[in-house]
């Protein structure tokens, strides 16, 4: 489209179009019609949330028989979109491999996205349904492996959750 070329309205507006009359009675009806649907009010102190299976808490890392799974191939900390997570491998005489001699995740940074369990090909860091998150300094919200690993017992909701779902 050059600059001497105009633009064309097909269809101008009505009077009521123009002064929005209908839009705010749309408004209105919506807003009365909100005030008469039932209330939906945790009080929160005594009754706590419980969050589905399919919930996004912060994320942990999956022990089984005090073997964790991770074999610190180092994805997680590849696709994290805020660079939370902080993964140095170590060699083990188990059966696999590697293991991850430092697991590090700063909670302040990240975004409870999921691609960490997403990516991971042991399912060893799933996002549990822990919400409640209270730091009185930075150096708090770096988790380490003694915050984050989580028995696979413990986590068996949401495990069955993602191998339903994947």
Known sequence: MSSNDKMIRTKD????????????VKGLFLTVRQM?????????????????????????LVHENGVERCVACGLCS????????????????????????????????????????????????????????VFQSQEEAVFGKDKLLKSAEEMRPRLEFLRDHR
């Open 13 to 24: 507006l009505t009077f009521l179009e123009k002064i929005y009359l209908p839009e705010i």
């Open 36 to 60: 008469f649907k039932p209330k939906v009010t945790v009080q929160y102190p005594e009754e706590r949330f419980e969050p589905p299976a399919q919930f996004r808490g912060r994320p942990v």
């Open 78 to 133: 590849r696709v994290c979109p805020a660079l939370a997570i902080e993964v140095q491998a170590a060699e083990t005489p188990l059966d696999k491999e590697r293991y991850p001699e430092k697991f590090e995740i700063n909670m302040i940074r990240c975004i409870f996205c999921g691609f960490c369990e997403e990516v991971c090909p042991e399912e060893a860091i799933i996002m549990s349904n822990e919400y409640l998150l």
